[in-house]
């Protein structure tokens, strides 16, 4: 099985900044579509960000299109997430996940690996 782990979640003010890092395998990251997803209790899991192995190309959720950005460091089999201009209603766990296909418009169902999530609070 393929191990995610995920860091960098914590505690921020509406406003702040914060950069969220999952470590994968050598061979996970280099074959793989890295993803980000984010859930709240007792809402569904919501897709927040994928990247091409090759940092080729990238997408967002439209929650937070012009506030994250994904990117990828291949020297560190790395993948980052950085959040600019955090709301509260960014607060949740986040999710590190690994896919085997590109898809524009993409579900939980299309990651087959997980990582145990890190949570992230933003308060007002």
């Known amino acids: 099985q393929e191990q995610l782990v995920e860091s960098g979640g914590g505690l921020v003010q509406a406003g702040d900044s914060l950069r969220l890092s999952c470590a994968a395998s050598?061979?996970?990251?280099?074959?793989?579509?890295m993803g980000w997803f984010r859930q709240v209790p007792g809402e569904e899991r919501e897709f927040v960000a994928q990247i091409m192995p090759l940092g080729e190309m990238k997408s967002y959720g439209d929650s937070v299109k012009g506030r994250f950005a994904i990117s990828s460091d291949n020297a560190k089999n790395t993948v980052y997430l950085q959040m600019n201009s955090l709301k509260p209603e960014d607060t949740a766990v986040y999710y590190c996940?690994?896919?085997?296909?590109?898809?524009?418009?993409?579900?939980?169902?299309?990651?087959?690996?997980w990582g145990q999530g890190t949570q992230v609070t933003v308060s007002s």
């Open positions: 996940a690994a896919g085997t296909r590109w898809r524009a418009t993409v579900s939980s169902s299309d990651f087959g690996s």
């Open positions: 050598v061979r996970t990251f280099s074959t793989h579509v």
